[in-house]
T-cell receptor, first 115, second 113 residues
Framework: AQSVTQLGSHVSVSEGALVLLRCNYSSSVPPYLFWYVQYPNQGLQLLLK??????LVKGINGFEAEFKKSETSFHLTKPSAHMSDAAEYFCAVKSGGTGRRALTFGSGTRLQVQP | EPEVTQTPSHQVTQMGQEVILRCVPI?????FYWYRQILGQKVEFLVSFYNNEISEKSEIFDDQFSVERPDGSNFTLKIRSTKLEDSAMYFC???????????FGPGTRLTVL
């Protein structure tokens, strides 16, 4: 079975500081990994995805994530936080197996950006 | 930009009542999904639907749940006899053939009293 662990349910950074949101996965097959963002009262918006191509993936809004197989990690980073980045971030893994498409989500990390 | 829409945004119902949650997926998408998020918990997969049939479902998706694509644009989730523990945010998602990306709607908050 696939699983995702997000370390830190809340992360607070200052505006302009580095953002690092951690995600570790467990998978018996090569995973597909996703980061989604949820702004207040909105749905889940895809930030970026890893599907076995380049290990460093660039997404929207200046975010990127690096797939590290040896560490089973897919941490999300942004060099300089902006107030508008305040939201909840979810890491997700696509379940393995032919024809299986269900996403397994982590518990989410709420990012606060302090002025 | 095309987006997934869901109605209603908030549904309040009495325990034991039937509810139907509605979704309009992105028009050229062929895969459809329902997920739910109980307050304070993870987003959980319920069911996926392709080619007019369920392609995958979780253990949460028991006999009280059903899905339907009644026409070319809507995708619905029916809960036959709601329980208190069905209170959650329900998200619909859709995806294109040949990709793994799922595009989510804004959700319907279901409150069962």
């Amino acid at each position: 079975a696939q699983s995702v662990t997000q370390l830190g349910s809340h992360v607070s950074v200052s505006e302009g500081a580095l953002v690092l949101l951690r995600c570790n996965y467990s998978s018996s097959v090569p995973p597909y990994l996703f980061w989604y963002v949820q702004y207040p009262n909105q749905g889940l918006q895809l930030l970026l995805k890893y599907t076995s191509a380049a290990t460093l993936v660039k997404g929207i809004n200046g975010f990127e994530a690096e797939f590290k197989k040896s560490e089973t990690s897919f941490h999300l980073t942004k060099p300089s936080a902006h107030m508008s980045d305040a939201a909840e971030y979810f890491c997700a893994v696509k379940s393995g197996g032919t024809g299986r498409r269900a996403l397994t989500f982590g518990s989410g990390t709420r990012l606060q950006v302090q002025p | 930009e095309p987006e997934v829409t869901q109605t209603p945004s908030h549904q309040v119902t009495q325990m034991g009542q039937e509810v139907i949650l509605r979704c309009v997926p992105i028009s050229n998408h062929l895969y459809f999904y329902w997920y739910r998020q109980i307050l304070g918990q993870k987003v959980e997969f319920l069911v996926s639907f392709y080619n007019n049939e369920i392609s995958e479902k979780s253990e949460i998706f028991d006999d009280q749940f059903s899905v339907e694509r009644p026409d070319g644009s809507n995708f619905t989730l029916k809960i036959r006899s709601t329980k208190l523990e069905d209170s959650a945010m329900y998200f619909c998602a859709s995806g294109e053939l040949g990709t793994d990306t799922q595009y989510f709607g804004p959700g319907t908050r279901l409150t069962v009293l």
